[in-house]
């Protein structure tokens, strides 16, 4: 953690041409309790560049600062560093012109890397032929060195974690506007790593997202990328090499699109079932999804108060709904949740488990200590005693690599990331707050007597202070101390 080592938050393009993006992005779309309740039936709505900024800023985007170098985003991240990049490949955008873009969330614009049409291209690299008919597709990157700088080789962890938060977010936008989206995780990782021009190593790919459905416009022909023409700018002064970090990549590389379509195809018995639609609590506000996330901010105090029913049973059932991702099969999980329930009305303190249904109830124990279990599991940090319930979203590792080989992993940790982000959000449509931690991996799974494997943990509770909500595009709300 050399101070003077510290990677830059933000990547940029030397020399490329940028695209402003709409900032006049005020709150909008579907109720928040309706979007992350899967209620709002796809309209399919023209994706034109507003629309894109706001997925960009509502997942992706700058809403708070604090300092001369201190940004806070959208969607949650370990340590706020944010380990992530995403690209547009714009097709049928409306005020936009064909091509591939980098997002610079600090500007709030689309750096111009490539113009037209490399829709094809990346249905090549995913073996999928409908995302060469998608007007859009966006693609989401890690650098595992942003996050490695400060915890080492488990920052390869948060780099899918903070993914699966971001798509949290994006997923829930979306919904909020009737836009539907599909998650790929099965791709030749060398072809899209190509087609951003990025190498596969210090940056690497993580996830194409496509938006709105397949029209008939598809992608014609392949159009052939220049040499890359804008370079990246430094990410920080003398990168560490972390050989774990670039094995476990790597062991998830997919390498022809014969594989992806025999990966995608591979079969998880088994598995927990997961629905698009939950119901929702009776009492609550049209508040829409976008104000949510403004509002959401990382809870770092919580009281010891007991929480009412529905933080726990609707903001649980929210977040564990079915992702719409090709490597999760329709109306299944790769997850399970073990639940520390410390002070929610109408249930007893004890050790649970969330899976296929509500939480079901393993051990009972006095309430100090639950407390205490939690406390220590979240490697001591008082939040993951001090919460209502502490969630431990985990997945029978063994299953998972049986089925998707290494690269299960990945999408287990990914899945992981969305739930704590939706998680989050449905505590703050209620008023309330959570915050990931890190934890003791093995302990976890002995504490709950389960063979499956702890991929993150989320504390949700009654937080001592609300954070004042983020600002729009080009005016984040500044934090004193």
């Given at each position: 953690?050399?101070?003077?080592?510290?990677?830059?938050?933000?990547?940029?393009?030397?020399?490329?041409?940028?695209?402003?993006?709409?900032?006049?992005?005020?709150?909008?779309?579907?109720?928040?309790?309706?979007?992350?309740?899967?209620?709002?039936?796809?309209?399919?709505?023209?994706?034109?560049?507003?629309?894109?900024?706001?997925?960009?800023?509502?997942?992706?985007?700058?809403?708070?600062?604090?300092?001369?170098?201190?940004?806070?985003?959208?969607?949650?991240?370990?340590?706020?560093?944010?380990?992530?990049?995403?690209?547009?490949?714009?097709?049928?955008?409306?005020?936009?012109?064909?091509?591939?873009?980098?997002?610079?969330?600090?500007?709030?614009?689309?750096?111009?890397?490539?113009?037209?049409?490399?829709?094809?291209?990346?249905?090549?690299?995913?073996?999928?032929?409908?995302?060469?008919?998608?007007?859009?597709?966006?693609?989401?990157?890690?650098?595992?060195?942003?996050?490695?700088?400060?915890?080492?080789?488990?920052?390869?962890?948060?780099?899918?974690?903070?993914?699966g938060t971001l798509l949290a977010n994006l997923l829930a936008v979306a919904e909020g506007h009737g836009l539907p989206v599909r998650v790929r995780l099965g791709f030749v990782d060398a072809a899209v790593s190509g087609l951003l021009g990025v190498d596969g190593v210090t940056e690497f790919p993580v996830a194409v997202i496509t938006c709105?459905?397949?029209?008939?416009?598809?992608?014609?022909?392949?159009?052939?990328?220049?040499?890359?023409?804008?370079?990246?700018?430094?990410?920080?002064?003398?990168?560490?090499?972390?050989?774990?970090?670039?094995?476990?990549?790597?062991?998830?590389?997919?390498?022809?699109?014969?594989?992806?379509?025999?990966?995608?195809?591979?079969?998880?018995?088994?598995?927990?079932?997961?629905?698009?639609?939950?119901?929702?609590?009776?009492?609550?506000?049209?508040?829409?999804?976008?104000?949510?996330?403004?509002?959401?901010?990382?809870?770092?105090?919580?009281?010891?108060?007991?929480?009412?029913?529905?933080?726990?049973?609707?903001?649980?059932?929210?977040?564990?709904?079915?992702?719409?991702?090709?490597?999760?099969?329709?109306?299944?999980?790769?997850?399970?949740?073990?639940?520390?329930?410390?002070?929610?009305?109408?249930?007893?303190?004890?050790?649970?488990?969330?899976?296929?249904?509500?939480?079901?109830?393993?051990?009972?124990?006095?309430?100090?200590?639950?407390?205490?279990?939690?406390?220590?599991?979240?490697?001591?940090?008082?939040?993951?005693?001090?919460?209502?319930?502490?969630?431990?979203?985990?997945?029978?590792?063994?299953?998972?690599?049986?089925?998707?080989?290494?690269?299960?992993?990945?999408?287990?940790?990914?899945?992981?990331?969305?739930?704590?982000?939706?998680?989050?959000?449905?505590?703050?449509?209620?008023?309330?707050?959570?915050?990931?931690?890190?934890?003791?991996?093995?302990?976890?799974?002995?504490?709950?007597?389960?063979?499956?494997?702890?991929?993150?943990?989320?504390?949700?509770?009654?937080?001592?202070?609300?954070?004042?909500?983020?600002?729009?595009?080009?005016?984040?709300?500044?934090?004193?101390?």
């Amino acid at each position: 953690m050399d101070p003077s080592n510290r990677p830059q938050p933000f990547k940029r393009h030397l020399g490329a041409p940028l695209h402003a993006l709409p900032r006049d992005l005020p709150p909008a779309g579907a109720p928040a309790v309706a979007a992350l309740s899967g209620w709002v039936p796809p309209s399919d709505p023209s994706i034109d560049d507003e629309l894109l900024a706001r997925l960009l800023f509502y997942s992706a985007g700058v809403t708070r600062t604090a300092g001369d170098n201190l940004w806070f985003r959208a969607a949650p991240s370990a340590g706020n560093l944010h380990p992530l990049e995403v690209y547009a490949v714009a097709g049928e955008v409306a005020g936009l012109d064909a091509g591939l873009y980098h997002f610079a969330p600090e500007v709030f614009g689309l750096e111009a890397l490539a113009a037209g049409d490399h829709r094809l291209a990346l249905a090549d690299a995913t073996a999928d032929p409908d995302v060469a008919a998608s007007p859009l597709a966006l693609v989401v990157t890690g650098l595992p060195w942003r996050t490695s700088w400060k915890y080492g080789e488990r920052g390869w962890r948060h780099v899918y974690w903070d993914a699966g938060t971001l798509l949290a977010n994006l997923l829930a936008v979306a919904e909020g506007h009737g836009l539907p989206v599909r998650v790929r995780l099965g791709f030749v990782d060398a072809a899209v790593s190509g087609l951003l021009g990025v190498d596969g190593v210090t940056e690497f790919p993580v996830a194409v997202i496509t938006c709105g459905r397949p029209t008939a416009n598809a992608a014609a022909e392949p159009v052939e990328l220049p040499a890359p023409q804008f370079p990246p700018t430094q990410l920080s002064p003398a990168p560490a090499d972390l050989p774990l970090v670039n094995q476990v990549q790597q062991a998830g590389e997919i390498t022809t699109d014969d594989d992806v379509n025999g990966w995608r195809a591979a079969a998880v018995a088994g598995l927990p079932r997961a629905t698009d639609v939950v119901d929702a609590p009776v009492a609550v506000g049209s508040e829409p999804i976008e104000s949510v996330i403004l509002r959401r901010g990382s809870t770092r105090r919580i009281r010891r108060q007991l929480a009412p029913a529905e933080l726990l049973h609707w903001a649980m059932a929210a977040a564990t709904r079915a992702v719409p991702a090709d490597a999760i099969p329709t109306g299944t999980t790769l997850l399970s949740h073990e639940v520390a329930i410390h002070a929610v009305h109408g249930m007893e303190p004890g050790l649970y488990q969330q899976a296929d249904g509500p939480p079901q109830l393993r051990r009972p124990a006095p309430e100090p200590r639950v407390r205490a279990l939690s406390r220590r599991l979240c490697l001591d940090q008082p939040l993951g005693g001090d919460s209502a319930f502490t969630n431990f979203a985990c997945a029978d590792l063994n299953q998972v690599l049986d089925g998707y080989g290494e690269r299960g992993y990945r999408v287990a940790q990914l899945e992981a990331g969305v739930a704590a982000g939706r998680l989050q959000l449905a505590a703050t449509t209620l008023g309330h707050g959570g915050t990931g931690l890190t934890f003791y991996d093995q302990d976890i799974s002995e504490a709950f007597d389960t063979r499956a494997a702890c991929m993150l943990a989320v504390a949700i509770g009654l937080p001592t202070y609300r954070p004042k909500p983020g600002g729009l595009p080009g005016r984040p709300r500044r934090i004193t101390r």
